[in-house]
């Protein structure tokens, strides 16, 4: 079952006060930039026009949105003070400690993918780095 998203002003306002509740609830995605952002990140707020809203960091990756380096939105909600390896470095255990505990046989990338959250482009590349 998706997540029901937010009324485009009701998402906006949310960023405008960099609202906390809706952290892990909502993201916005940039469109000047190309890039997607969690409503608590402290970057200048962009205008009205560019924003497109999306209430799973997925679904921000599936329109061709890039996570934010600062906020990381693929792991939200977390504390903002982790460094971005932090960030990834967790990632990449959760996913191991996903396939260590997975008793299905048939289980794919995608799956995985849908677990954490994030797409199964991103989850590839985080896993590379980290575990080569």
Same mark, same amino acid.
């Given at each position: 079952? %998706?997540? !029901?998203?937010?009324?485009?002003? *009701?998402?906006?306002?949310?960023? &405008?006060?960099?609202? *906390?509740?809706?952290?892990?609830?909502?993201?916005?995605?940039?469109? %000047? !930039?190309?890039?997607?952002?969690?409503?608590?990140?402290?970057?200048?707020?962009?205008? @009205? $026009?560019?924003?497109?809203?999306?209430?799973?960091?997925? &679904?921000?990756?599936? $329109?061709?949105?890039?996570?934010?380096?600062?906020?990381?939105? $693929?792991?939200?909600?977390?504390?903002?003070?982790?460094? /971005?390896?932090? *960030? %990834?470095? /967790?990632?990449?255990? &959760?996913?191991?400690?996903?396939?260590?505990?997975?008793?299905?046989? $048939?289980? %794919?990338?995608?799956?995985?993918? @849908?677990?954490?959250?994030? /797409?199964? @482009?991103?989850?590839?590349?985080?896993? &590379?780095?980290?575990?080569?």
């Amino acid at each position: 079952m %998706s997540p !029901t998203p937010l009324p485009p002003d *009701a998402a906006y306002a949310a960023l &405008q006060a960099r609202d *906390a509740r809706f952290d892990g609830r909502l993201y916005v995605g940039v469109t %000047s !930039t190309g890039i997607y952002c969690r409503p608590v990140c402290r970057v200048r707020l962009p205008r @009205r $026009e560019n924003c497109r809203f999306f209430p799973t960091a997925a &679904q921000a990756e599936a $329109e061709r949105f890039r996570p934010c380096m600062k906020c990381r939105p $693929e792991l939200a909600p977390r504390p903002l003070a982790w460094t /971005t390896m932090d *960030a %990834s470095r /967790t990632l990449a255990l &959760q996913a191991a400690a996903w396939l260590d505990a997975c008793d299905d046989a $048939e289980a %794919s990338v995608e799956d995985l993918a @849908r677990h954490l959250g994030i /797409t199964s @482009r991103h989850l590839r590349r985080i896993f &590379q780095a980290e575990h080569g």
